[in-house]
């Protein structure tokens, strides 16, 4: 019962208490190792990524919730959305964006497709050429290749 009112305390509606990945006792610690994700989506709230809108890594995402304003369930269903995007698979070949390729000059010999090398916790390894890239799969564009019959 005192899980029940502490939940309505902070607007939790029943399907974010059930959330398959997080949850709002989960450290924000956590959550970084959940999903590589995590990280992007404490930054679109403008949390973390300056002096006085640190977070602490040991602070659940209900205290991040409560302390900063944010509605805990618009909190957890931006996590939750990082396991509802498409995925890549080991193998798959992609491209880079033509905005990230053209605002890094490093990139601007690396071949023009790569391959997805690994997987994990929502981060991708890719390889182009000797180039090796880590990133989210929004960071990479799957191209579809063909096979000569």
């Given at each position: 019962m005192?899980?029940?009112r502490?939940a309505?305390c902070f607007?939790v509606?029943?399907?974010?208490d059930?959330?398959?990945?997080?949850?709002q006792e989960?450290?924000?610690?956590?959550?970084f190792r959940?999903?590589?994700?995590?990280?992007r989506?404490f930054a679109?709230?403008?949390?973390?990524g300056?002096?006085?809108?640190a977070i602490?890594e040991?602070?659940t995402?209900?205290?991040?919730?409560e302390g900063?304003?944010?509605?805990?369930?618009?909190?957890m269903?931006?996590l939750?959305?990082?396991?509802?995007?498409g995925?890549?698979?080991v193998?798959d070949h992609?491209?880079?964006?033509?905005?990230?390729?053209?605002?890094i000059p490093q990139l601007a010999?690396?071949?023009?497709?790569g391959?997805?090398?690994s997987h994990?916790?929502?981060?991708?390894t890719?390889?182009?050429?000797?180039?090796?890239l880590?990133g989210?799969?929004?960071?990479?564009?799957?191209?579809e290749?063909t096979t000569?019959?």
């Amino acid at each position: 019962m005192i899980e029940r009112r502490r939940a309505a305390c902070f607007g939790v509606n029943e399907r974010t208490d059930l959330s398959a990945h997080f949850n709002q006792e989960m450290t924000v610690e956590q959550a970084f190792r959940t999903h590589a994700g995590a990280r992007r989506v404490f930054a679109k709230f403008h949390l973390g990524g300056c002096s006085h809108c640190a977070i602490s890594e040991t602070e659940t995402i209900a205290q991040v919730s409560e302390g900063y304003g944010i509605p805990l369930p618009m909190l957890m269903d931006e996590l939750e959305r990082l396991f509802a995007m498409g995925g890549l698979n080991v193998g798959d070949h992609v491209r880079l964006p033509d905005d990230i390729r053209s605002k890094i000059p490093q990139l601007a010999n690396v071949p023009e497709t790569g391959e997805v090398k690994s997987h994990d916790s929502g981060a991708y390894t890719v390889e182009f050429g000797d180039v090796r890239l880590q990133g989210l799969a929004e960071d990479f564009i799957k191209v579809e290749t063909t096979t000569a019959a």
